[in-house]
């Protein structure tokens, strides 16, 4: 059996500027003015570290921080949950992405779960609606609600797979499928192997230079995602 942790945002779908939307809402309210600057787009990294960016670059003392980033972080699930109607509207399922979970997911000899920058709310209710989490088991999932670095959600996704399923998950037979740098950083420096696609804001090219095992231009070609999760190593 192999773990198979997709990534969501412009890997699985594309919400546009709804996720800046929520920390422009989030942070007025806590901060009590509008931020003048947002974290930037489709970089990859977790909201929490998002978070205290957007503080940073909107000139937050240093000594509040903490707290503020704290406060933040709470509301930004409900936030989103009160935009649902937003992202069916104005979310998009990529190319092939449906397909894709879909195949993954009927194949026995594949676990399909996430690892994400999204808090845990946050990426249940972009999933849920535009339907794509019946193809996904989340309870084994990694958030950033579980750690604000990437790469330690890695080994919280084995942990969680390996006790619901009983069978060992470690780098021969974990494997990560998104669209940027820190996807494959995650990969690396986590334990798992990373299956590129150049679907978000970097190329293939600098996806395979970072050490993506494969690249691929989109998921549109469901055989060769799966010959390419098939032939990777299995323990």
């Not at 503020?68 to 937003?86: G, K, M």
């Not at 779960?113 to 193809?135: F, H, I, M, P």
């Not at 798992?192 to 978000?200: E, R, T």
């Amino acid at each position: 059996m192999k773990l198979v942790l997709w990534d969501i945002d412009r890997t699985l779908v594309y919400t546009g500027n709804i996720d800046r939307q929520v920390y422009r809402e989030a942070f007025t309210a806590v901060v009590g003015r509008p931020p003048e600057a947002l974290p930037a787009k489709g970089t990859g990294v977790t909201m929490p570290l998002a978070v205290r960016e957007l503080l940073l670059s909107n000139h937050v003392p240093a000594d509040r921080i903490d707290t503020l980033a704290d406060s933040i972080i709470e509301q930004l699930p409900q936030r989103l949950n009160a935009h649902r109607d937003l992202i069916a509207r104005e979310g998009t399922v990529l190319p092939g992405a449906r397909a894709a979970l879909a195949a993954v997911h009927d194949d026995e000899l594949l676990l399909p779960s996430v690892v994400t920058g999204n808090l845990r709310g946050n990426a249940l209710v972009k999933l849920s609606e535009l339907d794509l989490d019946q193809y996904l088991d989340m309870e084994v999932g990694a958030y950033a609600s579980d750690h604000a670095h990437r790469p330690s959600l890695v080994r919280i996704a084995q942990e969680r797979a390996t006790s619901a399923y009983g069978y060992a998950f470690n780098r021969t037979n974990t494997i990560i499928i998104g669209d940027s740098l820190q996807d494959v950083i995650t990969g690396q420096q986590g334990g798992a192997q990373v299956i590129g696609v150049a679907s978000g804001t970097t190329s293939a090219e600098r996806l395979m230079a970072a050490g993506a095992d494969h690249v691929l231009p989109d998921l549109t070609d469901i055989d060769q995602l799966l010959r390419l999760l098939t032939n990777h190593n299995s323990q």
